[in-house]
C-alpha cells in the first residue's frame, strides 16, 4: 500500500519542481521591469548576450555604438554606461572602466559603487575601496555581482597581493 501512494507522491513533487524551473527568469535577458525597447534594444541585448557568453571585446564595440546615440534617455544612458563598465573590467581594462562610470549620472548605486570600488582596488586605492566594500552589502547587489563584491573582499584582506603576482586570493567574508 504505501508503494502505491509514493508513486502519486514522486510525480506531483516532480510535477512541481518542473513549474518552478518555468518560472525562473530566462539566462541571459534583462531582469524584469527593464526598460529595453525601440531600435536601440536589439544593439544592447546582443551587448549584454556578447557578454555574459564571455565576449567582452564584442560587448564593448556595440555598447560604445549605442553611447554614440544622441537620442539616448538618461536612464538608458547610464544603464548603458554600468554595462560598458563591466565589459572593461572583464578585459581588465580598469582605467577605461572608471571613466565610463564618472559618465554615469545621478546618485550612485550599488552597482556603480561596487564597480568603482573594483577600479580603486586594481589603482590601489586599498583605503577608497575598503570604505565602499564595507558600505555594500550582498543583498543589495543582484546575484550575478554578489560574487564580484566577495572577490574585492578577498583582494583588500590580502593587501592586493592578488594583482602583485598574478594570482588570485579568495577570502568570504562571514558578515556582509
Known amino acids: 500500500m504505501p508503494a502505491v501512494l509514493s508513486v502519486p507522491l514522486l510525480l506531483a513533487t516532480m510535477a512541481y519542481a518542473q513549474m518552478q524551473m ?8 534583462p531582469a524584469k521591469g527593464s526598460s529595453l525597447s525601440g531600435p536601440e534594444a536589439s544593439v544592447e541585448l546582443g551587448a549584454l548576450r556578447a557578454l555574459n557568453l564571455g565576449l567582452a571585446s564584442i560587448a564593448i564595440e556595440r555598447y560604445q555604438a549605442l553611447l554614440d546615440d544622441p537620442q539616448l534617455t538618461e536612464e538608458t544612458r547610464n544603464r548603458v554606461a554600468l554595462s ?6 572583464e578585459e581588465d581594462r580598469f582605467a577605461d572602466a572608471g571613466r565610463v562610470l564618472q559618465t554615469i549620472t545621478g546618485p550612485a548605486t550599488p552597482q556603480v559603487r561596487l564597480r568603482q570600488a573594483l577600479v580603486y582596488t586594481r589603482e590601489r586605492r586599498f583605503d577608497a575601496a575598503r570604505e565602499i566594500a564595507q558600505a555594500l552589502t550582498p543583498e543589495s547587489l543582484p546575484p550575478a555581482d554578489r560574487g564580484w563584491l566577495f572577490f574585492m573582499r578577498g583582494q583588500l584582506a590580502g593587501g592586493g597581493r592578488g594583482f602583485q603576482r ?3 586570493v579568495i577570502y568570504f567574508f562571514t558578515r556582509g
Request: glycine share 6%; no cysteine; charged share 5%.
Open 22 to 29: 518555468t518560472q525562473a527568469p530566462a539566462p541571459f535577458w
Open 84 to 89: 560598458l563598465a563591466t565589459a572593461y573590467l
Open 166 to 168: 598574478g594570482e588570485v
